[in-house]
């Protein structure tokens, strides 16, 4: 199980920070993300720690976002700085991955196995 917290609304500029806490299973053995969805869009992730250790950005964040993974306390975090009223939508947090070929691991959603409820962040102009 993966609880999501942090969302919520703030102004273009402002900074917040998404936290996800695992239950039932190690963070440190699989792959981990943050994907995000707005209404009639498919969800896209924009962060990850992938099965190597590799971290990666959505060019939409780079530089603004940054993702961590506290293996001791089984925690994943989202740092998310200067944000942009596009950046508002439900925030997902994510792990472990499926299918026949590792590299697409947590990258998308059909390849990814675990999800938050999701949480909210709202960037007003």
């Known amino acids: 199980q993966l609880v999501e917290s942090g969302g919520g609304s703030v102004q273009a500029g402002g900074s917040l920070n998404l936290s996800c806490e695992a239950s039932g299973y190690r963070f440190r053995n699989y792959c981990v993300a943050w994907f995000r969805q707005v209404p009639g869009r498919e969800r896209e992730q924009v962060a990850i720690?992938?099965?190597?250790?590799?971290?990666g950005y959505s060019e939409s964040v780079k530089g603004r976002f940054a993702i961590s993974k506290d293996s001791a306390r089984n925690t994943l975090h989202l740092d998310m700085d200067n944000l942009k009223p596009e950046d508002t939508a439900v925030y997902y947090c994510?792990?472990?991955?499926?299918?026949?070929?590792?590299?697409?691991?947590?990258?998308?959603?059909?390849?990814?196995?675990?999800w938050g409820q999701g949480t909210q962040v709202t960037v007003s102009s």
């Open positions: 720690i992938d099965t190597n250790g590799i971290y």
């Open positions: 994510a792990a472990g991955g499926r299918g026949v070929e590792p590299p697409l691991y947590c990258r998308t959603p059909q390849t990814t196995t675990y």
